[in-house]
């Protein structure tokens, strides 16, 4: 089974410019969710999708990032202008009912801001 | 409230000692408990998880991890640390009701010492 794939693994960009991070969940996982994970903390949960729905964003800083799941599959998070705080590891994650709701995590886009 | 206390941020053992990472939750429902392991610039990846079964759950790599439900706890142990179990662990609540809901531990990073 084809886990999660992420892309770009890395990327450095300088402040106030715009990054984009794409995700394809395992095959038939209708829940994605996206996280920052700031260097030395947990995950911190930005938005999750049920298939093309929007089920929290509570914690998306609206105001720079976006994200978004058009047909329900894989999904693009967004950030412009980028913030020197900014860099973190973004983690995509998927699940489903038919792996037992169990979540799969991506390795991650590494995201430096300079 | 639903939350996940990690008892320790680090714990260093000797290799070939056993090793137990300590995790207590809080929740109104019956919760659905991971443990998830990540390695130096990976991906967070399954170690274990609980989902009303058996209380006794064992995991990838020598890894097993018991729900108690009156001490509302879900250590995980493993009998002798390799060099390579060297990592941050997360302990993870799910809660499943229209949507999935995920609370993370803060962490728990385990050293082993040569």
Same mark, same amino acid.
């Given at each position: 089974e084809a886990g999660v794939a992420?892309?770009?693994?890395?990327?450095?960009?300088?402040?106030?410019q715009s990054v984009a991070f794409w995700c394809n969940p395992i095959?038939?996982?209708?829940?994605?969710?996206?996280?920052?994970?700031?260097?030395?903390?947990?995950?911190?949960?930005?938005?999750?999708?049920?298939?093309?729905?929007?089920?929290?964003?509570?914690?998306?800083?609206?105001?720079?990032?976006?994200?978004?799941?058009?047909?329900?599959?894989?999904?693009?998070?967004?950030?412009q202008p980028a913030k020197l705080e900014d860099s973190a590891v973004y983690l995509c994650a998927s699940s489903g009912v038919l792996s037992g709701n169990t979540i799969y995590f991506g390795e991650g886009s590494w995201l430096t801001v300079v | 409230a639903q939350s996940v /206390?990690?008892?320790?941020s680090h714990v260093s053992v000797s290799e070939g000692t056993p090793v137990l990472l300590r995790c207590n939750y809080s929740s109104?429902?019956?919760?659905?408990?991971?443990?998830?392991?990540?390695?130096? @610039?990976?991906?967070?990846?399954?170690?274990?998880?609980? /989902?009303?079964?058996? /209380?006794?759950?064992?995991?990838? @790599?020598?890894?097993?991890?018991?729900f108690k439900k009156s001490e509302t706890s879900f250590h995980l142990t493993k009998p002798s640390a390799h060099m390579s179990d060297a990592a941050e662990y997360f302990c993870v609540v799910t809660l499943y009701s229209s949507a999935s809901k995920i609370i993370f531990g803060s962490g728990t990073r385990l050293s082993i010492r040569p």
């Open positions: 992420q892309s770009p693994r890395y990327k450095i960009i300088e402040k106030r095959s038939g996982h209708a829940t994605l969710y996206w996280y920052q994970q700031i260097l030395g903390q947990g995950p911190k949960l930005l938005i999750q999708f049920q298939n093309n729905g929007v089920v929290d964003d509570s914690q998306l800083p609206k105001d720079r990032f976006s994200a978004e799941r058009l047909k329900g599959v894989d999904s693009t998070l967004k950030i | /206390t990690q008892l320790d109104s429902y019956s919760p659905s408990l991971f443990w998830y392991v990540q390695h130096p @610039n990976k991906g967070l990846q399954l170690l274990l998880k609980y /989902t009303s079964a058996a /209380t006794l759950v064992k995991g990838i @790599n020598g890894f097993e991890a018991e």
